[in-house]
Structures are given as C-alpha cells and as structure tokens.
C-alpha cells in the first residue's frame, strides 16, 4: 500500500488515475466506514493540494476549499447568512473530529445524516470537481444522488465548495436532535435561510436532513413563508410541507416520531433565523 500525498493538483490527477487508489482528507469518515477490513489499494490524501485550503470571497460569492476542515469553518469570520454553516461545523463529532474532518469529505462520504449538507443547501451550494478533462460545477442537491452515492466520476476530484452572494439581510439557523447532546448521529437536522425586508420574510431556503437518504429543501414550506412575520409564520408550517421526506424507523427513532421531531424543527430554526436578524436590526 502507498500513501500519496501530492502537494500539487497536476501529481493529485496522475496518482488518481494509476489504478487501485482511494481519496481521502481528514479520512474522518473513511476509515470508520472501513471497520476491521484491511485497506486495499493506496490512499491519496489531498490535504497537502496547494488551492485546497481556506475561505475566500471572489467577485461571485465565497469558494471553500475541498481540504477546509469543520474548525476552519467554526473559526471563520463570515457573514449572518453563514451562522447556520457554523453552527453545523461546532456540532461535527468531537474537537478532534473538527479538526481533521473537511467539508468535501463530509458531502463525498454522503449519508443521510450529514451535518454540513443541510446548512450548505440552505445557501445554494454548489460542488467544484475537477480532472484531466478540466473542471465543472455540480448544484450541491445534484451532487448527491442517494445514500453514499454522489455524481463524482472516476479521475475527478472535489477542489471547492462554491456559494454564492447573498443578500446582506439574510440570517440563517441549523438544529439538530439526537439520542445525546454531543458526539450523535442526528435523528433529525433543519438548516434555515431568511432574508428579511421590513420584518417580513422575503426569501426562504428550509432544508432536513436524516429523514430521506438524501438531504432534501422544502419548497412548498418555503412558498408558504413568504411574506410572513416574526408573529405569524408559525401557524403556516404543516405536515403537508413534509411531503418530499421519507423517514425511516430504525435504533433512533420512529419515521412517526421524526414527522413530528421534523416539524418542531422546522419552526425552532426558522424562529432562530428570524431572531438573529430581529437583533442585528435593533
């Protein structure tokens, strides 16, 4: 077995495309999924990649490096729109965990209860991938097609998360629940992102994770909240909104209990969301 650790994109593509190689960054993820079986093949570790470390705001909106880890993210200085990022990377395992995870190794490894997903989809994510062929973006609620399965190709690589600008007056809330306080797999997770004009909710991105194999956004809750204040938009959250979920009953939780832990959810966050931006207002 080799350990590859490339310092440059153009020795990350060669050893990718030598054979038996699997890609790993904080291996966080990797190795866990991995129990007691021998690893087979080499490691490529993109840690060292020059370009993919950091946070960066360009002209079109803000590029996080694939190899950014979860402590990077908490510690960043960002706008009110990133809160709920932020607040996700803090809930990401233990310190160590933060420390070493990344960002691209969190949406690669795709499972349904993925933290940093939902608050990415709540900001319109998208997914820079990279080969020989050159590169291409993929919407992060493309990227994912269903349980650790994504649309990454052979030879490619994740390079960057790509988020675009958002409005100044966009506040945004994640919150998740599980069987303990720390160190747990959720059994239910909503990221929020409001923008507010004059006390009302101009634009609404909702999204819940670990209640379908995919993390999902909830069009029609966000429909319904347009327009909505701080004293109102509560009575508008319904079990119909739920609709493209499809929780599961497994050691966590019911798929009934999660319906309902979802809903609550829903208007905790959205009320979190509000709130920040009720404060930076007054």
């Given at each position: 077995m080799q350990y590859v650790t490339p310092k440059t994109l153009?020795?990350?593509?060669?050893?990718?495309?030598?054979?038996?190689?699997?890609?790993?960054?904080?291996?966080?993820?990797?190795?866990?999924?991995?129990?007691?079986?021998?690893?087979?093949?080499?490691l490529l570790d993109v840690t060292g990649i020059a370009g993919f470390h950091g946070i960066e705001k360009g002209d079109q909106g803000w590029r996080i490096g694939a190899a950014t880890t979860w402590a990077d993210i908490s510690a960043a200085k960002m706008p009110a729109c990133f809160d709920g990022l932020r607040a996700a990377a803090r809930e990401i395992g233990s310190v160590q965990i933060q420390n070493a995870g990344t960002v691209a190794g969190n949406i690669c490894n795709a499972s349904p209860a993925a933290d940093g997903v939902v608050p990415l989809l709540t900001l319109g994510a998208s997914v820079e991938l990279v080969s020989k062929a050159g590169v291409r973006v993929v919407a992060l609620s493309d990227f994912i097609t269903g349980v650790r399965k994504t649309v990454l190709k052979p030879g490619e690589l994740v390079s960057a998360?790509?988020?675009?600008?958002?409005?100044?007056?966009?506040?945004?809330?994640?919150?998740?629940?599980?069987?303990?306080?720390?160190?747990?797999?959720?059994?239910?997770?909503?990221?929020?992102?409001?923008?507010?004009?004059?006390?009302?909710?101009?634009?609404?991105?909702?999204?819940?994770?670990?209640?379908?194999?995919?993390?999902?956004?909830?069009?029609?809750?966000?429909?319904?909240?347009?327009?909505?204040?701080?004293?109102?938009?509560?009575?508008?959250?319904?079990?119909?909104?739920?609709?493209?979920?499809?929780?599961?009953?497994?050691?966590?939780?019911?798929?009934?209990f999660r319906g309902e832990l979802v809903l609550e959810l829903c208007k905790r966050a959205i009320g979190m969301a509000f709130s920040s931006g009720g404060q930076d207002n007054g």
């Open positions: 153009n020795d990350a593509l060669k050893a990718l495309g030598t054979g038996d190689i699997s890609v790993v960054a904080g291996g966080t993820d990797w190795f866990p999924l991995l129990g007691e079986r021998p690893v087979k093949g080499s998360i790509l988020i675009p600008d958002m409005a100044r007056e966009t506040y945004s809330s994640f919150i998740k629940v599980g069987s303990r306080r720390y160190l747990v797999i959720s059994i239910a997770m909503v990221g929020v992102a409001l923008t507010l004009g004059r006390g009302q909710i101009v634009d609404a991105r909702v999204a819940v994770g670990a209640c379908s194999p995919v993390a999902q956004r909830l069009g029609e809750l966000e429909k319904a909240l347009l327009g909505r204040n701080l004293a109102d938009y509560s009575a508008v959250v319904k079990v119909g909104h739920l609709a493209p979920l499809s929780p599961v009953s497994d050691l966590r939780g019911s798929a009934e």
